[in-house]
């Protein structure tokens, strides 16, 4: 049976750029990989994604293209994760999917807005089907019905409180995630590039609620106002505690309040190769 693990513990690359050894030990909690351009951050997180899609968040006997991860209980077989970067680029002329999928849908952040709908709505069905049964049981399960919809409030109101410089707010009406400005209704798509960003790493934060997991990002800075940047890791934190974060980044605010002994240079990871 498999058991899932709580976080990664250690990423090692051999032979990045056939020049480097990376060794990675991280933090239950809070991980930034820093350092200036072109060391190898964004690199060392895309070898690091790619080795959990291949083997789907599993652990493999070996590495896989130079890459080996441990996880924090030796028992442990997967983690769940999920990776979110932050360009924004236009769809390709030929990706039909995305754009069958909804004629708003334009950019890559609006793709992912779309997948992220779609698991939205079966996380509400399935904390709606989880209330009844404890609405259902004993007194204590009644009692406790209702924390299952706190985080789901919680990520909405802090939407609301970041989006309300604009008169944005969510309508707590609908099922899907669309929004109230001045009275008229507008879609995700309709949001500002730093709102859809900021939407999609919340919305992902909160559906991995309840469960360890591991969320990547490159960059996240990127689109978001610098208040937004400072707030950023300690909402998400505050939104999904057992989630941990790895995520590279050239902003200082996103290291503010508290994250200082969270940061890794580049330097201090990697061991040049020695000649064969």
Same mark, same amino acid.
Not at 32 to 45: A, D, E, H, Q, R
Not at 147 to 165: E, G, R, S, T
Not at 256 to 263: C, F, I, L, P, R
């Given at each position: 049976?498999?058991? !899932?693990?709580?976080?990664?513990?250690?990423?090692?690359?051999?032979?990045?750029? *056939?020049?480097?050894?990376? +060794?990675?030990?991280?933090? &239950?909690?809070?991980?930034?990989?820093? =350092?200036?351009?072109?060391? /190898?951050?964004?690199?060392?997180? *895309?070898?690091?994604?790619?080795? @959990?899609?291949?083997?789907?968040?599993?652990?493999?006997? =070996?590495?896989?293209? /130079?890459?080996? $991860?441990?996880?924090?209980?030796?028992?442990a077989?997967?983690?769940?994760?999920? $990776?979110?970067?932050s360009?924004?680029?236009?769809?390709? %002329? =030929?990706?039909?999917?995305?754009?069958?999928?909804?004629?708003?849908?334009?950019?890559?952040?609006?793709?992912?807005?779309?997948?992220?709908?779609?698991?939205y709505?079966?996380? !509400?069905?399935?904390? /709606?089907?989880?209330?009844?049964?404890?609405?259902?049981?004993?007194?204590?399960?009644r009692?406790?019905?209702?924390?299952?919809?706190k &985080?789901?409030?919680?990520? %909405? *109101?802090?939407?609301? !409180?970041?989006?309300?410089?604009?008169?944005?707010?969510?309508?707590?009406?609908?099922?899907?995630?669309?929004?109230?400005?001045? =009275?008229?209704?507008?879609?995700?798509? %309709?949001?500002?590039?730093?709102?859809?960003?900021?939407?999609?790493?919340?919305?992902?934060?909160?559906?991995?609620?309840?469960?360890?997991?591991?969320?990547f990002?490159?960059?996240?800075? +990127?689109?978001?106002?610098?208040?937004?940047?400072?707030?950023?890791?300690?909402?998400?934190?505050? @939104?999904?505690?057992?989630?941990q974060?790895?995520?590279?980044?050239?902003?200082?605010?996103v290291?503010?309040?508290?994250?200082?002994?969270?940061?890794?240079?580049?330097?201090?990871?990697?061991?040049?190769?020695?000649?064969?």
């Amino acid at each position: 049976m498999e058991q !899932q693990a709580n976080y990664i513990r250690r990423i090692e690359i051999h032979g990045l750029w *056939n020049r480097y050894d990376i +060794a990675w030990d991280l933090r &239950p909690d809070v991980n930034i990989l820093s =350092g200036i351009n072109g060391v /190898g951050k964004t690199t060392i997180l *895309n070898r690091s994604v790619n080795y @959990l899609e291949e083997t789907s968040g599993r652990l493999k006997d =070996g590495d896989l293209g /130079g890459v080996q $991860v441990w996880f924090d209980n030796e028992d442990a077989t997967y983690i769940p994760f999920d $990776v979110i970067r932050s360009y924004d680029r236009p769809l390709v %002329q =030929g990706d039909f999917t995305a754009r069958m999928a909804d004629p708003l849908v334009r950019t890559e952040i609006d793709w992912q807005i779309y997948l992220l709908q779609r698991r939205y709505l079966d996380y !509400q069905v399935n904390i /709606g089907n989880k209330m009844i049964a404890m609405l259902s049981g004993d007194d204590d399960q009644r009692a406790k019905a209702g924390d299952l919809a706190k &985080p789901k409030v919680l990520f %909405q *109101n802090m939407i609301d !409180q970041l989006f309300n410089y604009t008169g944005k707010h969510i309508d707590r009406q609908s099922n899907e995630l669309t929004f109230i400005q001045y =009275g008229e209704t507008i879609t995700a798509y %309709q949001l500002s590039a730093g709102e859809k960003h900021m939407l999609v790493i919340l919305l992902t934060t909160l559906l991995h609620c309840g469960e360890h997991s591991v969320l990547f990002m490159d960059e996240p800075e +990127a689109s978001l106002h610098i208040e937004w940047q400072e707030q950023l890791i300690n909402m998400i934190r505050e @939104l999904n505690p057992d989630m941990q974060l790895i995520l590279s980044t050239h902003s200082p605010a996103v290291i503010m309040h508290g994250w200082m002994d969270a940061v890794t240079e580049v330097s201090d990871i990697a061991t040049e190769m020695k000649p064969q």
